[in-house]
């Protein structure tokens, strides 16, 4: 903390401890209060997120338990041509669904 002196210059100070404590408590209170804004912002940031892909399965499924494009992994004719051929032994429609699941996500 500076002291003014007749001239107008300053003069530096020694700040009393019960100063420099209140500095700190001030610093750590800002310093929580930025990390409790950063973890709300995250949480609805997430909710939102969620909200938006719901609505969009929702869109997409038009009320039904799954969207028309669902069809077409679930019927062995709806199997895209790069599946075809590799499925001649064990095949199951369950197979087929879990193969192009793990290509979309992979």
């Known amino acids: 903390m500076n002291q003014r002196t007749k001239a107008g210059t300053s003069t530096p100070s020694v700040?009393?401890?019960a100063y420099e404590g209140l500095v700190t408590g001030i610093?750590?209170?800002?310093?929580?209060a930025r990390h409790i804004f950063a973890r709300a912002v995250n949480s609805v940031m997430t909710?939102?997120?969620?909200?938006?892909?719901?609505r969009i399965v929702e869109f997409e499924q038009g009320g039904k338990s799954r969207a028309e494009?669902?069809?077409?992994?679930?019927?062995?004719?709806?199997i895209s041509p790069d599946q075809k051929g590799q499925t001649a032994s064990g095949f199951s429609v369950a197979k087929a669904i879990r193969k192009t699941l793990s290509r979309n996500l992979l």
């Open 15 to 17: 700040a009393p401890p």
């Open 27 to 32: 610093a750590q209170l800002l310093d929580s």
């Open 47 to 54: 909710a939102t997120y969620w909200e938006i892909g719901h």
């Open 69 to 78: 494009y669902g069809k077409k992994c679930s019927t062995p004719s709806g």
